[in-house]
């Protein structure tokens, strides 16, 4: 089960975005595999909580993550660097998550 760490505080000079700096910020949204999982090591527990909290199933909760971190690699172009990862990434698994209760 991945492990999340908490965000970091953005620093004055910008050095920071959530859990990770803001070159790799940069490098997901220029869609490069490395800082994707740079982001999952960030932030899978954050995604993984979310999806489970509003799930209740684990293996639902797995299924969200999984799609929410596709559908982040799919929108990283639209990725506002001037904003945190974490909550992005919580909205996009709040919505991956009712689709898969929908279903």
């Known amino acids: 089960k ?3 760490r908490g965000p970091a505080c953005a620093d004055s000079a910008g050095g920071t975005v959530g859990a990770v700096d803001r070159g790799e ?13 740079a982001l999952y090591r960030a932030y899978g527990g954050l995604v993984f909580g979310v ?9 639902l909760a797995e299924e969200a993550t999984q799609q929410a971190f596709v559908q982040a690699w799919r929108a990283a172009g639209d ?18 998550a009712m689709d898969i209760q929908r279903r």
């Open 79 to 96: 990725y506002d660097l001037t904003q945190e990862l974490g909550p992005w990434l919580a909205v996009i698994t709040w919505r991956a």
């Open 51 to 59: 999806a489970h909290n509003l799930l209740g199933d684990r293996r």
């Open 2 to 4: 991945p492990q999340f």
């Open 25 to 37: 910020a940069s490098r997901f949204r220029d869609a490069d595999p490395g800082a994707v999982r």
